[in-house]
């Protein structure tokens, strides 16, 4: 089963609009990383933050991490055309498996 | 461009049949990871390699089997194909096998049963 779950499953925004996607997950874990993938393609590697961290940013992403909630949320700002993909999160529980589970992702469409 | 190299990008193979996916790690990686993507169950880890060990185990099926080899780079044999084993196959590697570590994706292998 997916320890991560996000939402929502699908959002379309107008090109200069802010993102939003939430992820959910179930155990405790050591970190939370965040990932985009192109269709079809491979996934890419945007932003980690630990446990330990409540807020992260790298450009025009924003992370925040509740491990109360057990929940994370990125935040895309002033998209663009080209943000347009599939956003998953994904975990590393602190059982010591060192698996990454992935959610069930976000498909983003970003209308220009 | 990850440095993580899969073969073949695309496959087309009939039921019943056995099939081997191979990844070359980014230089200097020591774990790979495999993942299988379908439409209908998402992204599942199927298992880890870290320096030609098993190092955690996921969704793997008992027709699926993988191995690292001393030269890091590995292989997902998946045998006894069914139709819904169609889908893409990610390796994936990062340079340990601890949890702070990023991992990086190759861009798929295209598995088609028919």
């Given at each position: 089963s997916q320890q991560g779950e996000e939402d929502p499953q699908a959002l379309s925004i107008q090109e200069g609009e802010n993102a939003t996607m939430n992820c959910s997950y179930k155990t405790s874990i050591n970190n939370l990383q965040w990932y985009r993938q192109n269709s079809g393609r491979g996934l890419v590697h945007l932003i980690l933050i630990r446990s330990n961290e409540r807020e992260k940013h790298s450009g025009r992403l924003r992370v925040t991490l509740d491990t109360s909630k057990k929940s994370s949320s990125l935040l895309i700002t002033a998209?663009?055309?080209?943000?347009t993909a599939s956003y998953f999160c994904a975990t590393v529980s602190i059982?010591?498996?060192?698996k990454y589970i992935f959610g069930t992702g976000t498909r983003l469409k970003v209308l220009a | 461009d990850s440095g993580v190299t899969q073969t073949p990008k695309h496959l087309i193979t009939a039921t019943g049949q056995r099939v081997t996916l191979r990844c070359s790690p980014r230089s200097g990686d020591l774990s790979v990871y495999w993942y299988q993507q379908s439409l209908d169950q998402g992204l599942q880890f199927l298992i880890q390699y870290y320096n030609g060990e098993e190092r955690a185990k996921g969704n793997?099926?008992?027709?699926f089997s993988a191995q690292q080899f001393p030269d890091l780079h590995s292989e997902l044999n998946l045998s006894?194909?069914?139709?819904?084993?169609s889908a893409l196959y990610f390796c994936a590697s990062s340079a340990?096998?601890?949890?702070?570590n990023t991992i990086y994706f190759g861009e798929g292998s295209w598995l088609t049963v028919v």
């Amino acid at each position: 089963s997916q320890q991560g779950e996000e939402d929502p499953q699908a959002l379309s925004i107008q090109e200069g609009e802010n993102a939003t996607m939430n992820c959910s997950y179930k155990t405790s874990i050591n970190n939370l990383q965040w990932y985009r993938q192109n269709s079809g393609r491979g996934l890419v590697h945007l932003i980690l933050i630990r446990s330990n961290e409540r807020e992260k940013h790298s450009g025009r992403l924003r992370v925040t991490l509740d491990t109360s909630k057990k929940s994370s949320s990125l935040l895309i700002t002033a998209s663009r055309a080209a943000d347009t993909a599939s956003y998953f999160c994904a975990t590393v529980s602190i059982s010591g498996t060192y698996k990454y589970i992935f959610g069930t992702g976000t498909r983003l469409k970003v209308l220009a | 461009d990850s440095g993580v190299t899969q073969t073949p990008k695309h496959l087309i193979t009939a039921t019943g049949q056995r099939v081997t996916l191979r990844c070359s790690p980014r230089s200097g990686d020591l774990s790979v990871y495999w993942y299988q993507q379908s439409l209908d169950q998402g992204l599942q880890f199927l298992i880890q390699y870290y320096n030609g060990e098993e190092r955690a185990k996921g969704n793997i099926l008992e027709r699926f089997s993988a191995q690292q080899f001393p030269d890091l780079h590995s292989e997902l044999n998946l045998s006894s194909l069914e139709l819904g084993d169609s889908a893409l196959y990610f390796c994936a590697s990062s340079a340990g096998s601890n949890s702070g570590n990023t991992i990086y994706f190759g861009e798929g292998s295209w598995l088609t049963v028919v």
